[in-house]
C-alpha cells in the first residue's frame, strides 16, 4: 500500500519504525514544524523527523495541514491509506478525503473509553488494571471513528505513566501493521463504537499534581503513578514544593492526621491520608536531584508530627 504518516511525538516511532521496514511505500513523513525550547530558542526537531532525517525519508512540516494548496499536493501523491498518531494538529474534513480508502489513527485507549487528549494518565489515575490501543477509521469527530482493530493489555500495579506509554507505544506500531494486513486480505470489518459508553480523558494540567492528603492512599498512589514523569506530583513542606517521585500503600490507624509524618522507617516517609498512609520512598526536593527517602532524612530534618503543607490542599 502508498501510505502517508502523519505524527509528531516519541509515541509515534514504533508505528513510523514498523511501517517503513515494511512492504508498504511509505509516500512521506508528515509532522509538525520544528518549535523553539530553552533559553536559547534552539529549534527542538520531533522525535518523527529525526528518525526520517536519519534515514533519508521525505519529510512534510506544514504550519497548517488543512490548507487547501497542501492537501492539493498530498492528493497528488494517490496515498492509499494516511495513519495519524499524536499528530498534533485537527484535520479537517476535506483533510479526511484525500487518501484512496481513509485515514487510520492510533488511539492508546479501548475505545469508546478514554476519547481524548491524556487516555494513558487517566487510565492510572482510575485505578483501571486493564487498558490497550484501537485502530480507527478518522472522522469529524474526536476519536469516534468506526473501530478497525484492538488490542489490550495488563495495567501493573508498577506501571506509571511512561512505562505504559512505552508498552502501548510498542503495541500500536504491530497493532498498525496487522491492520494493513487484514485490510490488503479483505478481512476486516469496521465496527461502530458505542457512544452511549463513551468515556472522557481530558488534557492534563500541572495543578493536578498537588496531592490533597486528605484523599485516601490508594488513590494518592495512582495520582502519582499517572502523573509520571509529567506533570509530577507534589506537596509542600515549609512553603517549598516536595516532588514526590515513588510511593506505597500501608495500613494506617484511628489516629492518623491527613498530610502528617506518622512514621519514619527504612523504607521511607509514613503520611496520614484520608484512609491508610502513604509511604514516601523516593522523592525531589526543589533544586535538588530526586532520591531516596533516606537520603532526604540524612540531609533534612523530618520529624513524626511534621505536617506537610497543612492548609494549601485540604479544599
Given at each position: 500500500m502508498?501510505?502517508l504518516?502523519?505524527?509528531?511525538?516519541?509515541?509515534?516511532?514504533?508505528?513510523?519504525?514498523?511501517l517503513h521496514h515494511?512492504s508498504?511505500?511509505l509516500?512521506a513523513?508528515?509532522?509538525?514544524p520544528?518549535?523553539?525550547k530553552g533559553?536559547?530558542?534552539?529549534?527542538?526537531?520531533?522525535?518523527?523527523?529525526?528518525?526520517?532525517?536519519?534515514f533519508?525519508?521525505p519529510?512534510?512540516?506544514p504550519k497548517?495541514?488543512?490548507d487547501p494548496?497542501?492537501?492539493?499536493?498530498?492528493?497528488?501523491?494517490?496515498p492509499?491509506i494516511?495513519?495519524v498518531?499524536?499528530?498534533?494538529?485537527i484535520?479537517?474534513e476535506?483533510?479526511?478525503k484525500?487518501?484512496?480508502?481513509?485515514?487510520?489513527?492510533?488511539h492508546s485507549?479501548l475505545?469508546?473509553k478514554?476519547?481524548g487528549?491524556?487516555?494513558i494518565?487517566?487510565s492510572?489515575?482510575?485505578?483501571?488494571?486493564?487498558t490497550?490501543v484501537?485502530?480507527m477509521?478518522?472522522d469529524?469527530?474526536m476519536d469516534?471513528?468506526d473501530?478497525?482493530?484492538?488490542?489490550?493489555?495488563?495495567?501493573h500495579?508498577?506501571?506509571n505513566?511512561?512505562t505504559?506509554?512505552?508498552n502501548?507505544?510498542?503495541m500500536?506500531g504491530?497493532?498498525v501493521?496487522?491492520?494493513l494486513k487484514?485490510?490488503?486480505?479483505n478481512t476486516?470489518?469496521?465496527t461502530?463504537?458505542?457512544h452511549?459508553?463513551?468515556?472522557?480523558?481530558?488534557k492534563?494540567k500541572?495543578e493536578?499534581?498537588?496531592?490533597?492528603?486528605?484523599?485516601?492512599?490508594?488513590t494518592?498512589?495512582?495520582?502519582?503513578?499517572?502523573?509520571?514523569p509529567w506533570?509530577?506530583?507534589?506537596?509542600?513542606?515549609?512553603?517549598?514544593r516536595?516532588?514526590?517521585?515513588?510511593?506505597?500503600?500501608?495500613?494506617?490507624?484511628?489516629?492518623?492526621?491527613?498530610g502528617?509524618?506518622e512514621?519514619i522507617t527504612?523504607?521511607?516517609?509514613?503520611?496520614?491520608?484520608?484512609q491508610?498512609?502513604l509511604?514516601i520512598?523516593?522523592?525531589q526536593?526543589?533544586?535538588?536531584?530526586?532520591?531516596?527517602?533516606?537520603?532526604f532524612?540524612?540531609?533534612?530534618?523530618i520529624?513524626r508530627?511534621?505536617?506537610?503543607?497543612p492548609t494549601?490542599?485540604q479544599s
Amino acid at each position: 500500500m502508498n501510505i502517508l504518516f502523519m505524527g509528531t511525538p516519541e509515541f509515534a516511532l514504533p508505528t513510523l519504525k514498523a511501517l517503513h521496514h515494511s512492504s508498504h511505500s511509505l509516500l512521506a513523513v508528515i509532522t509538525q514544524p520544528d518549535k523553539p525550547k530553552g533559553r536559547g530558542q534552539k529549534l527542538l526537531v520531533s522525535p518523527i523527523k529525526q528518525y526520517a532525517l536519519d534515514f533519508n525519508l521525505p519529510i512534510l512540516q506544514p504550519k497548517t495541514v488543512n490548507d487547501p494548496e497542501f492537501i492539493g499536493s498530498l492528493q497528488k501523491n494517490q496515498p492509499d491509506i494516511i495513519i495519524v498518531i499524536a499528530f498534533g494538529q485537527i484535520l479537517s474534513e476535506n483533510f479526511l478525503k484525500i487518501p484512496k480508502q481513509f485515514c487510520i489513527n492510533l488511539h492508546s485507549s479501548l475505545l469508546p473509553k478514554y476519547r481524548g487528549a491524556a487516555p494513558i494518565h487517566r487510565s492510572i489515575l482510575n485505578g483501571d488494571t486493564r487498558t490497550g490501543v484501537t485502530s480507527m477509521i478518522m472522522d469529524k469527530g474526536m476519536d469516534t471513528g468506526d473501530i478497525l482493530l484492538m488490542k489490550e493489555t495488563p495495567i501493573h500495579e508498577s506501571d506509571n505513566a511512561q512505562t505504559l506509554h512505552d508498552n502501548l507505544s510498542e503495541m500500536g506500531g504491530v497493532l498498525v501493521l496487522e491492520t494493513l494486513k487484514r485490510l490488503e486480505e479483505n478481512t476486516l470489518l469496521p465496527t461502530p463504537q458505542d457512544h452511549s459508553k463513551a468515556t472522557y480523558a481530558p488534557k492534563l494540567k500541572k495543578e493536578e499534581g498537588l496531592v490533597k492528603w486528605d484523599q485516601p492512599a490508594t488513590t494518592l498512589l495512582n495520582q502519582v503513578r499517572g502523573l509520571t514523569p509529567w506533570p509530577g506530583t507534589y506537596t509542600l513542606l515549609n512553603k517549598k514544593r516536595l516532588r514526590i517521585l515513588k510511593v506505597q500503600v500501608t495500613e494506617g490507624t484511628p489516629d492518623d492526621s491527613p498530610g502528617r509524618v506518622e512514621r519514619i522507617t527504612d523504607a521511607g516517609i509514613e503520611v496520614g491520608t484520608g484512609q491508610d498512609r502513604l509511604i514516601i520512598t523516593e522523592l525531589q526536593p526543589e533544586g535538588k536531584k530526586s532520591m531516596s527517602a533516606k537520603s532526604f532524612l540524612a540531609g533534612y530534618k523530618i520529624e513524626r508530627g511534621i505536617l506537610f503543607d497543612p492548609t494549601a490542599n485540604q479544599s
